[in-house]
């Protein structure tokens, strides 16, 4: 059987929630071809999330003069970078994250 199962942003907001899902990945892949999706990060602000972050970038990059999207896009990094520091045991996949 073929399980397809998605997973909203606040189900992958954080390290520790992206470990549950993948916890929850792992059973449900035993005993069946699993296709998963995810969405982008996010907090239980939604203004906080990675696609309400990424809008307010897009608007901003059209207005004359602005470089606050240059923050957003920082900020969205550094949330995206601290779960790998808190998720990803492996070093050399750490070191290759925070490279890229």
């Known amino acids: ?10 189900s992958v907001g954080s ?9 929850i990945i792992k ?3 035993k005993n069946d071809r699993t296709i998963v999706v995810l969405s ?4 239980y602000v939604k203004a906080e ?4 972050m990424l809008l307010e970038a897009a608007d901003d990059i059209l207005l004359p003069n602005s470089t606050l999207y ?13 779960a790998v ?12 994250a925070a490279r890229d």
């Open 40 to 43: 982008a990060m996010s907090s």
């Open 1 to 10: 059987m073929t399980i397809v199962t998605k997973f909203g942003g606040t």
């Open 85 to 96: 520091a808190e998720g990803v045991k492996n070093e050399q996949i750490r070191k290759h």
């Open 49 to 52: 999330g990675t696609t309400s």
């Open 70 to 82: 240059l923050d957003i896009v920082s900020k969205i990094e550094a949330n995206h970078l601290k």
């Open 27 to 29: 059973n449900l892949s």
């Open 15 to 23: 390290a520790e929630r992206m470990l549950q899902v993948a916890d």
